[in-house]
């Protein structure tokens, strides 16, 4: 264990991963379903998401620009300040016409920080070891996300928002602390947002059609508990569901980081299939017990999947020519676009179709699941080449 352990920069991306995960659970994992509980109906959410993915797309360039000059940590504070404005409109929305455009803005804004994860992993972690790294790197967002899961739902049940919300405060700016210790200011040579455009406008890259196809798993990430939430019809059942699935994820997580270090193309290819087939289920299930035990599946595949994938994007990064921050700020930029132009089509279709659109949602992610493995295996292919 001391290959990805020995470094002191693993210990801290690790802890800031526990702590962001913790203070971002109400916004990742409940915020669909509690915009759903206020009242606003399905396809505005997706319409709402849209536009929160399409601000965060233009102001990911901003990521290089100021951690050039300021260092990645203080990127991090800054995106940090906007998710625990993002918590607490979340926690208190009255008014939902008032709210709708500032919690928009607001959530776009969070996402400054996106490429973070990416760039530092591509500078300090040894490719050898990037499997098992992101295997603990997960399993430390699982602890985060099962403890935040928790503190939400005692907050949400015993009204205590103010209390939920300061610990939620201090969580984000304990993740700032921990990448201040291992921040670095990357060089910025040319004008971040004009490369940025350019390399997403004129560059033939399988990386960033790779990110584009993840579009389909964010929707499906975002959009699932709220799936879960309707079917059930009870938010202690749902929240008790979420929290157990994340406790086991810490199993299937540990073995696939090692594996993937050993072969990353079976690695693939084996987890793949199994979230098509679990994806699948998802489409013909009715009742609310194997729509719960499917979700337990779908969040232990989730992480498994993410491992392998992540881990073959970061070595496509580690090898590129491109700078690494550059790249990774390519790559949210072009997940970003994208789920404006699906998000809006799915709002539209939602109008029409009502809560049908999650069959929709679900076949997007089969889809994507399958060109994502050709897509990696292909850019494999032409490095070794």
Not at 137 to 162: D, E, H, P, R
């Amino acid at each position: 264990m001391k290959e990805y352990f020995y470094k002191k920069e693993y210990k801290y991306m690790y802890l800031s991963s526990m702590s962001y995960s913790v203070a971002y659970t109400l916004i990742e994992t409940y915020g669909t379903v509690m915009l759903y509980k206020n009242g606003i109906p399905i396809w505005l959410i997706l319409l709402i998401y849209g536009i929160r993915f399409g601000i965060t797309g233009f102001v990911t360039p901003l990521f290089i620009t100021i951690s050039s000059k300021l260092g990645i940590a203080k990127c991090n504070l800054i995106s940090n300040i906007f998710g625990i404005i993002s918590s607490c409109i979340i926690m208190n929305t009255t008014d939902i016409k008032q709210t709708l455009i500032l919690f928009i803005v607001v959530m776009g804004l969070n996402g400054l920080s996106n490429p973070t994860t990416d760039a530092l992993s591509s500078k300090y972690v040894d490719k050898v070891y990037k499997g098992r790294f992101n295997s603990f790197f997960k399993i430390s967002k699982i602890l985060g996300q099962a403890m935040g899961s928790a503190l939400v739902t005692w907050g949400v049940i015993t009204s205590n928002n103010i209390i939920l919300f300061i610990i939620i405060a201090i969580l984000f700016l304990l993740q700032y602390a921990f990448i201040r210790k291992i921040d670095y200011k990357p060089q910025n040579k040319v004008n971040a947002f004009k490369s940025s455009m350019e390399y997403i406008f004129e560059t033939n890259s399988r990386y960033k059609f790779i990110y584009a196809l993840r579009t389909s798993h964010i929707i499906e990430r975002q959009f699932v508990p709220l799936y879960v939430f309707i079917v059930l019809k009870d938010f202690t059942l749902f929240s008790s569901i979420i929290i157990i699935s994340l406790l086991l994820q810490m199993i299937t997580i540990t073995l696939i980081g090692k594996y993937s270090d050993k072969n990353i193309s079976k690695s693939n290819n084996l987890v793949t299939a199994i979230k098509v087939i679990i994806t699948t289920i998802f489409l013909f299930a009715k009742n609310k017990i194997t729509v719960s035990l499917n979700k337990t599946l779908s969040d232990n595949l989730e992480k498994v999947y993410e491992t392998s994938i992540e881990t073959s994007i970061q070595n496509i990064i580690k090898e590129s020519k491109e700078d690494n921050e550059l790249l990774s700020t390519v790559g949210q930029m072009s997940l970003c676009f994208t789920e404006i132009i699906v998000f809006g089509i799915l709002a539209v279709l939602s109008k029409f179709i009502g809560e049908k659109i999650f069959i929709v949602i679900f076949m997007l992610s089969i889809i994507s699941t399958i060109f994502i493995n050709i897509s990696i295996k292909r850019q494999r292919n032409n490095v070794s080449n």
